[in-house]
T-cell receptor
């Protein structure tokens, strides 16, 4: 069974600095996708970035980038130039291919940006 | 604008009562999903549906039921058999075609269910 591990329950970062949120995964599949979502205190889930297992380059979306190390089975999210609005819960998720295209979520990391 | 609408935002259930959470999408997505989130935890899959009139159990389906009579709608019923229903419930949808495998699931704003 696929599994996502986020080992950092909570993180603090100073405004304008960069922060890395860790995510490791376990799968026997060769073809898979990794997603990061942001959940503010209001509860909605906001998609941030995607990395496919066959993508040769690390994904980037604005201030978000993914440090994808396939051999280590890690897909860490890097947020550059942190802003107060980045304070939220962040989830790493893996897509199971095949019927359902289900997502398996990690437990999440709470990020607090300090001014 | 296209999106997913969940209602109500807050819901209270009495002991022994069934309650139904609504989820409607206008994204023309084939696949829909229901997740449960407990405080400080990740999302767990309750049920999912790939096409109309078909759905599958997720990891924690006991005490819940669903229907998929229309492509746009995927209501979730929390039955009296679910002994600990207090949680935040999120509905999501996505494209089913694997040509769009990099497309994320889109989520509604959620329903908070509590026991009276």
């Amino acid at each position: 069974a696929q599994k996502i591990t986020q080992t950092q329950p909570g993180m603090f970062v100073q405004e304008k600095e960069a922060v890395t949120l860790d995510c490791t995964y376990d799968t026997s599949d060769q073809s898979y996708g990794l997603f990061w979502y942001k959940q503010p205190s209001s509860g909605e889930m906001i998609f941030l970035i995607y990395q496919g297992s066959y993508d040769e380059q690390n994904a980037t979306e604005g201030r978000y980038s993914l440090n994808f190390q396939k051999a280590r089975k890690s897909a860490n999210l890097v947020i550059s130039a942190s802003q107060l609005g980045d304070s939220a819960m962040y989830f790493c998720a893996m897509r199971e291919w095949g019927y359902g295209n289900k997502l398996v979520f990690g437990a999440g990391t709470i990020l607090r940006v300090k001014s | 604008d296209g999106g997913i609408t969940q209602s109500p935002k807050y819901l209270f259930r009495k002991e022994g009562q069934n309650v139904t959470l609504s989820c409607e999408q206008n994204l023309n997505h084939d696949a829909m999903y229901w997740y449960r989130q407990d405080p400080g935890q990740g999302l767990r899959l309750i049920y999912y549906s790939q096409i109309v009139n078909d759905f599958q159990k997720g990891d924690i389906a006991e005490g819940y039921s669903v229907s998929r009579e229309k492509k746009e709608s995927f209501p979730l019923t929390v039955t009296s058999a679910q002994k600990n229903p207090t949680a935040f419930y999120l509905c999501a949808s996505s494209m089913r075609d694997t040509r769009y495998s990099n497309q994320p699931q889109h989520f509604g704003d959620g329903t908070r269910l509590s026991i009276l």
